[in-house]
């Protein structure tokens, strides 16, 4: 298992689902939307519309893509 990283901040979070170890699958605050006290993610930085992010519980790291903000001109013709 990872190291949490040296730069993860527990008051920059994101609440998105883990990849690897799902452990907000039967949260039922989780699953309606809300922002669970427990199933949180470290906020590493981001780049565009891309959240760069560590797992608390099985210390994952992973790019999510949250295509907010995400338009991209359309190239002249």
Do not use: K
Request: hydrophobic share 30%.
């Amino acid at each position: 298992m990872l190291p949490i990283d040296p730069t993860a901040d527990i008051g920059r979070r994101a609440w998105i689902a883990c990849p690897h170890c799902r452990d907000d699958r039967h949260c039922g605050e989780c699953r309606s939307g809300r922002n669970c006290r427990d199933h949180w993610r470290y906020l590493l930085g981001t780049t565009g519309s891309v959240l760069h992010v560590q797992c608390p519980g099985c210390a994952h790291l992973w790019d999510h893509e949250t295509h907010f903000g995400a338009a991209r001109p359309r190239p002249f013709h």
